[in-house]
């Protein structure tokens, strides 16, 4: 039993903190009658359905799915979640072999959307654009399949009837062709690969790649040279111990960036962990 009272409160809450251990047990504890209340009420059904997203890495490709195709307006307008993360959680934990087909369901999925979107809108060829399918389709026609930055691009401001929506259509359009996009790429190429890697390069550079480019998490020599410049003249000890300080801040506050558990996150406090074994003589800043 659950507080239907409160439930649409705890629900944004659980989706603002990305708690979806807390969402799967909020859902879990939802019974039939509650359930049938909640399916007669807009609000509660909105909320509910949030929290499906939410819960995404937990659910089978089927009830994914089922979001896609019929309520993906109410995840896409969700300014707290990324949507295509939540599918990046679910992937990971999918074996190899079975990732290409789960975006190829999930994909279609989306292609069959038939939620209205915009009323009144019509392309270059007289077309009406309603339905998020019907964008969907007139995206496709104006860019390839590989879909570069530029065509993107070119389409989001050269299409007159793209740039004379409201803001918040724009940005609902934008997150769906990402989405598309993203389960439209191979897990086996270097955009589609879903696992986080991270590594260090000769130079000591914490190293991740993100969508198939590489990002510098942690440059050492960028803390050094910053602590000179403030410093210029030091005792050498003292030296050490700034630039130890400094490295340290700067390490923690590009940890508390990512999510309790993550990879990054573990990485990043790692590196803290041989920072502090290096030198256990110095004191750390609280």
Request: net charge positive; proline share 3%.
């Amino acid at each position: 039993m659950i507080d239907l009272k409160n439930f649409i409160e705890q629900a944004n809450k659980l989706i603002f903190y990305l708690d979806d251990n807390g969402g799967k047990k909020l859902i879990k504890e939802i019974g039939k009658e509650e359930m049938l209340f909640i399916e007669r009420e807009p609000d509660l059904k909105s909320a509910f359905i949030a929290l499906k997203f939410l819960v995404i890495p937990f659910l089978s490709t089927v009830e994914i799915a089922d979001l896609l195709a019929n309520n993906l307006l109410v995840g896409l307008r969700l300014d707290d979640m990324d949507i295509q993360e939540r599918m990046r959680q679910k992937l990971i934990f999918l074996h190899m072999v079975d990732r290409d087909n789960c975006k190829k369901i999930l994909k279609e999925a989306l292609i069959k959307n038939q939620e209205i979107i915009t009323r009144g809108i019509f392309n270059e060829n007289k077309t009406k654009l309603t339905t998020l399918n019907d964008w969907l389709k007139d995206y496709i026609s104006h860019t390839s399949l590989r879909r570069q930055t530029l065509e993107r691009a070119q389409y989001f401001f050269q299409r007159t009837y793209f740039t004379k929506l409201a803001e918040s259509d724009k940005k609902i359009l934008s997150k769906f062709f990402s989405l598309y996009d993203f389960l439209s790429a191979s897990s086996f190429t270097r955009e589609g690969f879903e696992d986080d890697l991270l590594f260090k390069d000769k130079d000591g550079r914490l190293l991740t790649t993100s969508k198939g480019k590489v990002v510098v998490l942690y440059d050492p020599r960028r803390s050094v040279k910053k602590e000179k410049t403030k410093i210029p003249e030091v005792k050498p000890a003292k030296k050490i111990v700034d630039e130890k300080n400094n490295q340290l801040e700067e390490l923690k506050q590009l940890a508390a960036r990512y999510p309790a558990g993550s990879l990054p996150r573990k990485a990043v406090e790692e590196e803290i962990g041989k920072l502090n074994d290096k030198f256990p003589m110095t004191n750390d800043k609280k």
